[in-house]
């Protein structure tokens, strides 16, 4: 037997929660954990994106870290890094 059933319509707006890292302070080869709390359990439809910004204006998609279910990121500084801000 096989059961179809119509699910609500979603609604409002999700909670994007707080980040937190492990460090403030970097070096080359340092890794950054960033974790997420009080967000918005994922929901049908909705998935987990990264993004960075020099200037904390203009925000550039993280490759390879869109996700349907880890909100976490972690991060190995690079060489030649500059500083930069992230959501």
Partial sequence: NVRIEELPVCSGTPVAGTIASNTTSV???TI???????HT???SGLTYKWQESADNSLWNDIAATTSNSNANYTLTIP???TSKYYR
């Fill in 27 to 29: 070096c080359t080869s």
């Fill in 32 to 38: 950054v954990n960033f974790t997420v709390t009080g």
């Fill in 41 to 43: 359990t994922l929901q």
């Fill in 79 to 81: 060489a030649n890094y």
